[in-house]
């Protein structure tokens, strides 16, 4: 098993007390497999994302990555968890505004020290990003950043790919395209997905498909 | 309507106050060290309007000899026979122990009611005190505790007296000068008789004088303040990048609040309105805040600036402060006109922006290519400006503009410069980090560039400045050791004791060496004519500048001069200029010395001319020569013998320490107000820092979800600081190197009057180094510390809010 979520909780603080995000959730996701987590707004749907991720801690219970329990890892362990196993695909993309688009799509990889040109050739190409490698982030469209992010997270090789409303910011033509694209990527490269999503048509495409709904899944 | 809208304007402020405190904290920091130095300078002033007015000098017309030399009291009496209603005056300088007074004798009898400056009727005065010996000193307070413990005339406090001064009666006072039967000047009453003969058939040898509007000291003492006055405007235009960023970041980040206001039917003109209230009012509270701290700063600066006005002009200024409503005032209107300036272009874009004009948070930030270039091409016709005023310009007011230029003009390049800098930084860069290190360095400079402006300044102004002072130290330390040849210096009190301890020391000595001087007026300025004995120690250690050959030959033998360098700069004085002494004698300028830290003009001739056209000049003082370890014993001895107070009897030692010590309060001030400009500029970055801190997330946090720690980005966060702190650093150095120059050549050679030579010291770059880095250290500090604190939730929230 890839990930394995076990009777996870997670709450914020708020100004009336502690605010209940997560209670009790348990999952699975198998290496290769995709995952679509629907819900409504404020369902927990990022929240268990940026668990799986290691880019937040739970109250309780456990996020195992290959049986390894990364809710208790410190912060570099944390780190290089992020930075090898994970690659991430934002709504709003987050690219890193001051470097250009050849750089960010290599960044994690160099990072992970796992940089392979002709991998990040292929992407590039697959992504249709050949043309743009010198531009930076603010001269490009929104697909073509959504790209630039997709790329980023696959050049890693990553074993999980956590995608969080992907498309969400784009429109239905150009997110299909993407969508279509990040996900013959993610067979390719043997990674798991899970992608969270309001789309219940996007999340139709998903081999299997979760609803979250007042912090418990069904 | 208005004040719901002006609620909700100040509203930001309130979620912000970190930025409400460095806005406010910039605008008053400016002012502070603006109104410190014109507090000073008020006070300075008004000491050399007190000393102007002593007597009504300000008011009354005068006779005296053209050469300014005193004359006969005999004069008085013809013109008072004549039925001329004038008063006797004799002024000159006396020593008490270590305290130099200026002394003026006055006739109380015969003064007008407008030089009537003290009642000497008082009961604790009375006439036949004032009038008969030992007489009555008047002096102010200060002056007074100054002299606390030294042996003078009874004292009187009368503080309407500037400090240094002590009025007495003119009998006293010629017997304290030794000046028997001599006086300086004759007031004119300005109510007088009819039908009087006219002045110059009973005194042919006097002119009459206009008052006194303007002091010579005020004169003498203008560039020193122009001075102050121009590290006050430096200062308070490096306070102004810290307003100028805080109000730019406050107007962007509330782009979105004047739309939403403006579409809810607030009308643009009461916006723009609201907003000029908002900043009016925060610039009234830091400029109140401001000069109250800025007299802070001035209490704790005027004793060495009063030390430096001293050491430099011999001008006496008090040591304490008064509230002056224009310091005040001015302070006020100039926080005031600095935040408008800061300002403008901001309200201005408001009130020209379209309703429907996006947000742009951070467009404040992203200043283009094309305005870095503009911007550089301003700095550079600025460098021409200053470059042009090397060439063409003269005066005191040129200087400080080609200063002013230089200055600018370099904190205009900078961005650019730092953006090359930094380009070619991540061109050598190999690991992704490093490399996304420089170039988001480079992408956070156009948000950072006021500050590193202003840190520019700072560091510049501390090279220059520092340089400028170092260079003075060394050539003034080796200077002293020249003219200080002398092992021995005496001062004797009288005529007759200087007789005898001459004809002492000539037996128990190698030499003794006449320090005899006259006062005169010389091409239109007070200078002082010493005579020279024919001596090696002249020969051997005199500092001169320039010379014709056997200059010390033709001075001994009565056919040359030799001219201090400011004397020689203001008159104009080259070698072989004739130069005419009162007394009638016209002398060939054989060589030019110099005279670093004396505020006049300087002659020197033959000891033999000087007796010979000047009978009266002072013959009191002595240098002699004997062997270093006799000393002691000598100076002793003198003492012994002659009863002669400590102060008047002092070895080489005491005088250049002494001197030195002069030297280095005359620098202390701005010693104080360059730590307290890099201290603005350190603020600047803070200020700076902090605002950015808050938007870099959303450029952090995906380089943490992808692996980073906040560890690692806290750091690179510090390491920005001291990278553009250190490039901010190497561009300073050429400024600064450029700004010592103006100084040395320049400034000072119109100020003072006498040019330096530059030396360098890297040594002391360093020392600007460690500091430079240490203010960004600590700039960064807190928000790299917040950053390494930050919990997940925060940075997750980048994420989750852009939805």
Known sequence: MLLELRNVSKSYPTGEGKLPVLRGVSLMLEAGESLALTGESGSGKSTLLHLAGGLDQPDTGEVLVDGRDIARLGDKDLAAYRRSTVGLVFQQFNLIPSIDVAANLAFQARLAGRYDAAWNATLADRLGLSKFLSRFPEQLSGGQQQRVAIGRALAVKPRLILADEPTGNLDEETGDAVLDLMLSLQVEAGAALLMVTHSLRLAGRMQRRLHLSGGRLS | ?803
């Open chain 2, 1 to 803: 309507m208005a004040w719901q809208a002006f609620k909700v304007l100040l509203s930001h402020w309130r979620r912000r106050p970190v930025q409400l405190a460095m806005l406010l904290l910039g605008l008053a920091l400016a002012t502070a060290l603006w109104s410190a130095v014109q507090a000073i300078n008020g006070e300075a002033r008004a000491s050399y309007a007190r000393a102007a007015a002593v007597l009504g000098q300000d008011r009354l017309d005068a006779l005296a000899r053209a050469d300014g030399g005193r004359f006969p009291q005999s004069e008085f009496i013809a013109l008072s026979k004549a039925g001329w209603r004038v008063t006797p005056v004799l002024e000159g300088e006396k020593r008490f122990g270590p305290e130099r007074l200026r002394i003026i004798g006055i006739d109380p009898l015969t003064l007008p009611p407008a030089a009537a400056q003290v009642d000497v009727m008082r009961d604790d005065i009375g006439l036949l005190s004032f009038i008969t010996p030992p007489g009555i000193l008047l002096v102010s307070g200060e002056t007074a505790e100054r002299l606390r413990g030294v042996v003078t005339p009874p004292l009187r406090i009368n503080d309407t007296l500037p400090p240094g001064t002590a009025l007495t009666d003119i009998g006293i006072a010629q017997s304290l000068l030794e000046a028997p039967g001599e006086v300086s000047r004759l007031m004119i009453w300005p109510e007088q008789l009819s039908a009087l003969p006219p002045l110059d058939a009973v005194a042919p040898d006097l002119i009459r004088r206009a008052p006194v509007i303007e002091s010579d000291l005020s004169r003498l003492t203008d560039s020193f303040h122009l001075n102050l006055t121009a590290f006050g405007l430096l200062a308070f235009a490096v306070g102004l990048f810290i307003v100028h960023s805080a109000i730019g970041l406050a107007f962007e980040q509330r782009r979105p609040v004047f739309r939403t206001l403006r579409s809810l039917g607030v009308p643009l003109r009461m916006l723009v309105f609201l907003l000029g209230a908002e900043l009016l009012s925060f610039s009234i509270l830091a400029g109140l805040a401001g000069v109250a701290l800025g007299y802070g700063v001035a209490w704790a600066l005027l004793p060495d600036v009063a030390a430096s006005l001293e050491g430099l002009y011999g001008a006496e200024v008090a040591g304490t402060l008064t509230i002056r409503p224009s310091v005040w005032g001015l302070g006020l209107a100039i926080a005031v006109a600095g935040t408008m300036v800061s300002a403008g272009t901001r309200l201005w874009r408001i009130a020209t922006m379209p309703l429907l004009a996006p947000a742009r948070p951070r467009a404040w930030s992203l200043a283009s290519e094309r305005a870095l270039r503009l911007q550089a091409l301003g700095g550079a016709a600025l460098l021409g400006v200053s470059a042009l005023l090397v060439t063409a310009g003269t005066g005191l007011v040129a200087g400080f503009i080609m200063l002013g230029a230089m200055l600018l003009g370099a904190a205009l390049l900078l961005p650019l410069v730092l953006s090359l800098f930094l380009k070619l930084g991540g061109r050598a860069a190999k690991g992704v980090v490093v490399q996304w290190f420089w170039a988001d360095t480079r992408q956070q400079l156009p948000g950072l560039s006021l500050a590193l402006m202003a840190l520019l300044l700072a560091l510049a102004a501390n090279a220059g400045v520092g340089t400028m002072v170092e260079s003075f130290r060394l050539t003034f330390v080796g200077w002293l050791d020249q003219r200080l040849a002398s092992e021995l210096y005496v001062t004797t009190r009288s005529l007759e004791e200087s007789g005898k301890v001459r004809s002492w020391l000539e037996t128990r000595s190698d030499a003794v060496l006449p320090i005899w001087h006259a006062d005169v007026q010389l091409v239109g300025q007070p200078v002082q004519i010493y005579g020279v004995t024919d001596h090696t120690t002249y020969r051997d250690h005199w500092p001169l500048l320039e010379a014709v050959p056997d200059v010390w030959g033709l001075v001994v033998r009565g056919e040359g001069a030799l001219a201090n360098e400011q004397l020689a700069r203001r008159g104009g004085l080259g070698l072989g200029d004739q130069v005419n002494l009162p007394g009638g004698r016209s002398m060939a300028i054989a060589g030019v010395f110099s005279d670093y830290g004396n505020p006049k003009g300087q002659l020197i001739i033959g000891n033999h001319l000087l007796d010979e056209l000047y009978p009266d000049a002072s013959r009191l003082r002595y240098a002699v020569r004997v062997a270093p370890q006799k000393v002691p014993e000598l100076a002793a001895d003198l003492r012994t013998t002659f009863g002669l107070p400590q102060g008047n009897v002092v070895d080489q030692a005491a005088v250049k320490a002494f001197s030195l010590r002069i030297f280095e309060r005359t620098f202390a001030v701005t010693a104080a107000l360059n730590v307290l400009t890099l201290g603005v500029a350190a603020l600047a970055i803070f200020a700076s820092l902090l605002t950015l801190a808050g938007m870099r997330l959303s450029q952090l946090a995906p380089a943490w979800a992808m692996g980073l720690t906040l560890g690692n980005l806290a750091g690179l966060e510090i390491l920005r600081s001291v990278a553009l702190a250190a490039f901010t650093f190497v561009a300073a150095i050429p400024v600064g190197l450029a700004l010592a120059w103006i100084l040395l050549a320049v400034i000072n050679v119109e100020a003072f009057g006498w040019r330096l030579p530059m030396h360098v010291f890297p040594l002391e770059w360093l020392r600007l180094f460690v500091l430079a880095v240490a203010s960004a250290i600590i700039a960064a500090l807190l928000p790299a510390l917040h950053l390494m604190r930050l919990a997940p939730a925060r940075l997750l929230k980048v994420f989750a809010d852009e939805r």
